[in-house]
């Protein structure tokens, strides 16, 4: 039996070592404020519990409410805002909600219909376009991208499958988990304390029981 909802310890999820600029520095807090006040629990500049070759994946903002996931990335004027397409097209499938901020009005189109668009002028956040649910499957790519201790985990934490390359979990995973529950836990890995002392990954089942 998988988890019910997502178990996410927001107040303790790492802090990047991205240092971000003035003008960022101030947009992130805005839209912090922004979330809490609409009853989100919200953390600031975040490491993702996953890893791909030497790639930091990082987020400008996290919003949970009602057991769904919020990501903001943020972009002052003085950046790339066309950085951040790539960003939320690696990251999207994780959250269930994805949003872009800027200073500078961003156009709409240069981004999927389903990626909200804000804008902050003024101390103010614009709801420019409404984020839509994201319905992206995980995939095999995404679950390539988590740690192996945590798709092990996943397994069912079964001493035979530390000798299994991650490619062959990935796939006994995947043959194994009902795809409603499949996002859920993902979630709980991806946006993890990454305490793993306190990990509930995978102590209710076992892949290699019959």
């Known amino acids: 039996m998988v988890n019910q909802g997502v178990n996410i310890s927001i107040s303790s999820l790492n802090k990047s070592p991205k240092k971000e600029g003035k003008y960022e520095r101030d947009i992130i807090k805005e839209i912090?404020?922004?979330?809490?006040?609409?009853?989100?629990?919200?953390?600031?500049?975040?490491?993702?519990?996953?890893a791909w070759s030497n790639v930091l994946y990082e987020l400008d903002v996290i919003g949970i409410r009602e057991n769904e996931v919020t990501i903001v990335e943020v972009k002052s004027k003085k950046d790339r805002i066309m950085k951040a397409k790539t960003q939320m097209d690696i990251l999207r499938g994780f959250a269930d909600y994805a949003y872009v901020a800027s200073d500078l009005l961003i156009e709409s189109s240069n981004f999927k219909e389903?990626?909200?668009?804000?804008?902050?002028?003024?101390?103010?956040?614009?709801?420019?376009?409404?984020?839509?649910?994201?319905?992206?499957?995980?995939?095999?790519?995404m679950l390539m991208k988590l740690k192996k201790k945590c798709v092990i985990k996943l397994c069912g934490n079964d001493r035979s499958y530390n000798k299994m390359n991650k490619q062959n979990?990935?796939?006994l995973f995947l043959n194994n988990i009902d795809k409603e529950d499949l996002k859920v836990e993902v979630k709980n890995i991806v946006f993890c304390s990454q305490r793993c002392s306190n990990c509930l990954i995978g102590n209710e089942k076992d892949l290699s029981a019959p």
């Open 32 to 50: 912090a404020n922004f979330l809490k006040n609409n009853n989100y629990k919200v953390r600031e500049h975040v490491s993702l519990n996953i």
């Open 169 to 171: 979990l990935v796939n």
């Open 114 to 141: 389903d990626i909200g668009i804000m804008f902050i002028h003024n101390n103010e956040v614009f709801i420019i376009r409404n984020a839509k649910k994201i319905s992206d499957p995980i995939t095999k790519d």
